[in-house]
């Protein structure tokens, strides 16, 4: 009985989702209020039985998360609009709110709820509706081990890269699903499309990683950036970096490596029959994924919440959204590559690189 | 182990698809991603342009020709114009053919400049095009102020033109031209000079010299394949043989040599509009016209190089106020029948290229 109680603090100390922040906040007037309620969440574990105060936490978690990414990518959506449009000499949304239309992502959001729910006659039913569900849970399920500071973190497991990679290729599945349960030629041409390229991907991606494992020792996230604390993987690994960077932009399916969905061939390729709410799920999660992927490379290569005079959190997310910069300049700038120059491109060059950069670097540990 | 079967997939490109510039329709037949078989189906803008003409008189028909290729709407003018001219028998005042040739290059670098944003588009780079149409938007203003339109001009008549160029004009043009040349080597930086943009055009899409030849194809696909042939130097008209300029031709005819000699031709443009607004002399902006126009009996052919190749103008007279027949000859639609040999063995991504360096406008294409 005393043993299992203290399971349960010890598994909300790993839980993690508390205190940091709100403490943080702490003002010397409502202390009082603040040590209570403090005292209560302590306590919390010890009034239920566990599996109830584990699905609290878990639900509390995905709460937060649901919550972060929609802000996120609504914000997102704006600044890329915003970048691109002064990178195209345009100015981007101007009007709806007021100050440079910063209401735009939000009142599209509105106008997907309140369309039509169309599904269309011959589609396959089951699949083209859980299509859209499962490209968008598979990025939520990343986010829980994205560590946005030393304490805020959903779950700090000790393989979270394996995981958010695992995790974010079953989107492949979704878009696939989304394609062939369309009946559309065109979405079905955007599925075969999506399920080459991230076989393509995938495989340098995590070989690019690889050198950050061998160099930290862990696969832990936090445990990376805790390794990162004296100097970035960026200057250890820059070859690693830039594969990450192409194969990451590969993997979200975006500009130069839009081919799924290239607009001016296929439509819009596995989306094509998609619209309203269930439109706007896709939407949602390339927008998600962008940011796992912009995330991870901070946790991986640009050291994470580390950063002088601001709190870990500000840092990490100026590092996410300066490398989403990246990504949205890129998608301004290039071309959209060919579907077999772009599987020669991966597997003739990226992947030979990465695995360089692995033996480079494991023999540069051995010597040292 | 069952054998697998495949088999080919036959999908509808258009007539409502992003990249077919309007409402044509390409049935493609496909091997997963390859392309097998491809026939273009034209005729969803076809308007009976040809057979309106002979309803209205000659003066009337010239609104029509702005319709063709609605981009560069100055070239269709001179070409029916020019034909009818023969029929009349008229002397054009030397400031009419300066202006006259001014119009039609600034035509003509708007006409490239949607089809290099757009094709830029097709290939994936969304930002070329808003570049291009800042430029064109210079030139749109500049043509607005000639003649109090942007699209559809009808500003081109028998024996000259419909209104003077006034100072404004020539300043304004001369204001577009003197950053022009530096915003196309802008373009060349974010295209010529991109690996992804090189792979995607270089060795597609290939029509070779004999090929380009049988099948009469003109304007810049034609030169794109290494023939040397431009109308206002081979056939000339207007006052072109007073201009000096280069006459680019590609080596190989893929989609990348049909793009450099486009870009080239941009700034060959801009140069003879720069010697025209030099030379442009002083005098009549239009002959002394007849108000109600009978051309004698007969007929008469002419042909300019307008921005898409050959564009020309067969026009028949019974002696009445209005043509008995006009037959135009688009250069859209026959270079677009060139498009099943250039896109042998292409891939769907190639198709878009392909078509897209073909520079058709559907409005000529259909008449």
């Known amino acids: ?368 | 182990m069952p054998e697998l079967k495949t088999d080919s997939l036959f999908i509808n490109m258009g007539p409502q698809h992003p990249s077919t510039h309007g409402v044509l329709r390409l049935g493609l037949t496909i091997e997963g991603e390859r392309v097998v078989n491809v026939f273009p189906d034209v005729g969803f803008l076809h308007r009976g342009i040809e057979k309106l003409a002979e309803s209205r008189t000659y003066i009337q028909t010239i609104p029509l020709t702005d319709r063709l290729d609605y981009v560069a709407g100055m070239s269709n003018n001179l070409a029916y114009v020019l034909a009818v001219e023969q029929l009349l028998d008229v002397e054009v005042p030397r400031r009419a053919e300066f202006i006259r040739v001014i119009a039609v290059e600034m035509s003509r670098l708007a006409s490239h400049l949607v089809w290099l944003g757009s094709f830029a588009n097709d290939l994936g780079a969304m930002t070329p095009l808003l570049y291009c149409f800042r430029e064109r938007e210079d030139i749109l203003d500049a043509l607005e102020i000639l003649c109090g339109a942007r699209m559809t001009f009808n500003y081109i008549r028998f024996g000259g033109v419909a209104r003077d160029a006034t100072p404004a004009f020539v300043e304004k043009t001369r204001k577009f031209l003197s950053t022009f040349d530096k915003r196309v080597d802008e373009y060349e930086e974010l295209l010529t000079e991109n690996a992804i943009f090189v792979n995607r055009t270089k060795g597609v899409g290939l029509l070779t010299r004999e090929e380009a030849i049988s099948y009469a194809v003109s304007g810049p696909v034609l030169r794109g394949s290494g023939v040397k042939w431009d109308l206002r130097r081979d056939a000339p008209y207007s006052v072109y043989p007073e201009m000096d300029f280069v006459i680019p031709t590609g080596e190989t005819g893929d989609v990348f040599d049909r793009y450099a000699v486009r870009v080239m031709e941009m700034r060959q443009a801009a140069r003879i509009i720069r010697q025209a607004l030099d030379g442009l002399p002083e005098g009549d902006f239009t002959a002394k016209m007849p108000r109600v126009l009978k051309p004698r009996k007969g007929e008469a052919y002419s042909r300019i190089e307008a921005p898409k190749g050959e564009l020309g103008f067969y026009v028949m007279s019974d002696g009445t106020a209005s043509p008995y027949r006009v037959k135009i000859r688009a250069p859209s639609f026959i270079n677009l029948a060139a498009l099943p040999a250039m896109s042998k063995g292409a891939l769907v991504a190639d198709m878009v290229a392909v078509l897209g360096s073909m520079d058709i406008v559907l409005g000529e294409v259909d008449r």
């Open chain 1, 1 to 368: 009985m005393c043993g299992g109680r203290r399971d349960a603090v010890a598994g909300r100390d790993a839980g993690g989702v508390r205190l940091g922040r709100r403490g943080e906040r702490t003002t010397e007037s409502n202390m009082g209020l603040i040590e209570s309620l403090k005292f209560i969440w302590l306590f919390l574990p010890n009034l239920m039985p566990r599996e109830f105060y584990e699905l609290g936490v878990m639900a509390v978690a995905f709460l937060a998360v649901v919550i972060f990414i929609t802000l996120m990518v609504l914000f997102m959506v704006w600044f890329e609009r915003k970048v691109v449009g002064h990178m195209q000499v345009r100015r981007g949304p101007l009007h709806t709110g007021g100050f440079h239309g910063w209401a735009q992502s939000i009142a599209d959001t509105l106008k997907l709820f309140l369309k039509e729910d169309i599904v269309p006659r011959g589609v396959d039913r089951p699949v083209y509706i859980l299509a859209p569900l499962i490209v968008f849970m598979s990025t939520v399920v990343a986010y829980i081990v994205i560590p946005f500071s030393k304490s805020l973190v959903a779950r700090d497991i000790n393989m979270g890269v394996l995981f958010v990679f695992a995790v974010s290729s079953v989107t492949t599945i979704g878009i696939f699903m989304a394609g062939w349960g369309s009946n559309n030629k065109y979405s079905l041409l955007g599925a075969m499309r999506v399920a080459a390229q991230i076989v393509s991907y995938e495989v340098p991606l995590l070989l690019s990683v690889l050198g950050v494992f061998m160099l930290a020792q862990t696969l832990s996230l936090s445990g990376i950036v805790e390794a990162q604390k004296h100097v970035w993987y960026v200057f250890l690994q820059p070859v690693g970096f830039v594969i990450y960077v192409i194969a990451g932009i590969g993997e979200v399916n975006r500009l130069p490596f839009d081919i799924p969905e290239a607009e001016s061939e296929l439509v819009a390729g596995f989306h094509t029959e998609y619209s309203g709410l269930r439109f706007a799920f896709f939407f949602l999660s390339e927008y998600a994924n962008m940011f796992v992927m912009s995330s991870m490379a901070t946790v991986l290569f640009l050291g994470g919440w580390h950063g002088p005079v601001l709190p870990g959190f500000v840092w990490f997310l100026l590092k996410a959204f300066s490398f989403m910069f990246l990504m949205v300049w890129v998608r301004a700038t290039y071309p959209r590559l060919r579907v077999d120059q772009m599987m020669a491109f991966c597997w003739k060059i990226l992947l030979p690189l990465a695995f360089l950069n692995l033996l480079v670097t494991g023999l540069v540990m051995a010597a040292v």
